[in-house]
């Protein structure tokens, strides 16, 4: 499942979904969609 709706597992991800399955909850619902363009702009370092 999250390989279909991100393209890619991580670590961190399968554990996510594994302890939300275990505990009966669904994957998480988003009303919008997520944009991570602000996580890129405070992480990407700009040369000088």
């Known amino acids: 499942m999250i390989l279909e709706s991100t393209g890619g597992t991580d670590r961190a991800g399968v554990c996510l979904a594994a ?3 275990a505990s009966g909850l669904g ?3 988003y009303d919008d969609p997520v944009d991570l363009s602000e996580y890129d ?3 990407t ?3 000088e």
Request: aromatic content about 8%; glycine content about 0%.
């Open 19 to 21: 302890a939300r399955h």
């Open 27 to 29: 994957p998480v619902a």
């Open 41 to 43: 702009i405070a992480y």
């Open 45 to 47: 370092k700009e040369d």
